[in-house]
């Protein structure tokens, strides 16, 4: 089980903006599996409870196929509050499990940061780890014209001669 604490107590507003945001997502992924175009891009629009912006996402299909029995048992486990609003409680330690772990499946399936308004982590924007053996040519975190937030972590155990990683290169990143 996912420590509850890794979610904010959120409450009235936030807490069904919060739980409305995660679990029409991991509901989507479900619904969209079987679309062809399932890693296309979409630009989706975030609760104002989101800090930051999570701008355009893909859902990585390697994800969501490991992750699956996951993502149904915990859309099912969900869906009670979708159909009965009134029994979301912010404070329960069960309930902020469950958004934790949604968004924990929602950060790995899109590669990006999900924070929510109040929390000590970093805002929501791209996440990058990668994590490499030997390197000998080139590993970059991120290369892109424009990023608002990123996060980027890399671990390299040997760079080879004429090796190199760049965390994160382009225009505009901040």
């Given amino acids: 089980m996912v420590d509850p604490l890794s979610f904010p107590v959120l409450a009235g507003a936030a807490l069904n903006q919060a739980f409305n945001f995660l679990f029409g997502r991991l509901a989507h992924t479900l619904d969209s599996r079987d679309d062809h175009d399932q890693e296309d891009v979409e630009q989706i629009a975030v ?6 912006e999570l701008g355009p996402v893909t859902a990585t299909s390697a994800v969501v196929e490991a992750r699956l029995p996951e993502i149904q048992e915990l859309v099912g486990t969900l869906s009670v509050y979708e ?6 409680d912010g404070t329960d330690a069960a309930v902020r499990a469950d958004l934790a772990r949604a968004r924990e499946l929602l950060e790995q ?11 000590e982590r970093p805002g929501t924007g791209a996440r990058v ?8 040519n080139e590993a970059i975190g991120i290369r892109a014209s424009r990023v608002r937030s990123a996060d980027v972590t890399q671990v390299v155990g040997q760079v080879r001669t004429g090796g190199s990683i760049i965390g994160i290169d382009g225009d505009d990143i901040g």
């Fill in 129 to 136: 780890e990668q994590r490499i053996e030997v390197l000998a």
């Fill in 83 to 88: 159909r009965k609003p009134e029994r979301l």
């Fill in 47 to 52: 609760p104002a409870v989101v800090r930051g």
């Fill in 109 to 119: 399936i899109y590669g990006k940061r999900i924070t929510f308004h109040g929390e």
